[in-house]
């Protein structure tokens, strides 16, 4: 079983408690690294992200945690790294590519993973009532992450699906969803960049299965593509949430695991 988790988020960010519950939960849990991933910060979004006052001490109390707990368990110091982000990467263990935002013509930066009222909003706005054509945007920027962000780890690539389960918008079965996210995967699968198996949308009662989806996941299998597990925890309990039954998943769908 996969004993590394290297997406949390803390009160550094969006997520509930303070670094070193996390720390004690994953040494609970058995695990032998862990990654905390900040959101970097956003002028635009500054309830979700780390204020710019508080990077240097983020990496202290993280690089302080290491320290303590080094005979336990391995400590990392990451970023979650926006598309849209400014800040500079420098300084951090590793770094996750993510594309959370659409950006307007005048300007503004809507969530697109908050609520499925504010992505039908996205959608008649600026596509016309067209989610394919929201989702061929949406591809098209993931496919640009890593000429944006030098990254380790693509994050959750299909984000865009988040509402989907419970409140059905896209068909991924629409042949132009298909090749939308198939011509981001080849582009994407050169760079050697992991990309995420995410189950923080099922702690947080979004879905009931990770990203990507099973197709997409083969898709990146057959494209030569490699996964690694993320829990995406906002909160201590939910680190690495649903590994083992995810590994299993993955593997017998081709995924080759780092």
């Not at 905390?36 to 006052?53: G, K, M, Y």
């Not at 982000?85 to 969530?111: A, C, K, L, M, N």
């Not at 993973?113 to 996205?122: Q, Y």
């Not at 920027?141 to 380790?152: F, G, L, Q, S, T």
Request: a negative charge.
């Amino acid at each position: 079983m996969i004993l590394a988790d290297r997406h949390m988020h803390t009160n550094f960010c969006d997520g509930k408690a303070d670094p070193e519950e996390y720390v004690l939960s994953a040494l609970e849990k058995g695990l032998g690294c862990i990654g905390f991933s900040v959101h970097s910060h956003v002028p635009f979004d500054l309830e979700c992200c780390i204020a710019l006052e508080r990077i240097d001490e983020y990496k202290a109390c993280i690089r302080g945690l290491a320290d303590k707990y080094k005979d336990k368990i391995k400590i990392l110091c990451g970023v979650e790294q926006d598309y849209y982000s400014e800040t500079s990467t420098e300084g951090y263990d590793y770094v996750i590519g993510s594309y959370h935002y659409f950006r307007t013509p005048d300007g503004e930066y809507p969530p697109l993973d908050l609520t499925v009222e504010l992505l039908d909003d996205i959608c008649n706005k600026y596509f016309d009532g067209d989610y394919m054509s929201l989702c061929e945007d949406y591809y098209k920027k993931v496919a640009d992450i890593p000429n944006r962000i030098k990254c380790d780890i693509i994050g959750h690539i299909d984000l865009i699906t988040k509402f989907n389960e419970k409140s059905p918008r896209i068909d991924t079965k629409n042949p132009r969803y298909i090749s939308a996210y198939t011509e981001c995967i080849k582009k994407l699968v050169p760079y050697g960049i992991p990309f995420e198996i995410n189950t923080g949308a099922i702690t947080r009662g979004y879905r009931t299965l990770p990203y990507p989806s099973t197709d997409i996941l083969r898709t990146i299998a057959s494209h030569g593509g490699r996964l690694t597990l993320s829990g995406d925890a906002h909160s201590p309990k939910d680190i690495a949430f649903g590994f083992e039954k995810c590994e299993k998943w993955a593997i017998e769908n081709g995924a080759v695991l780092v």
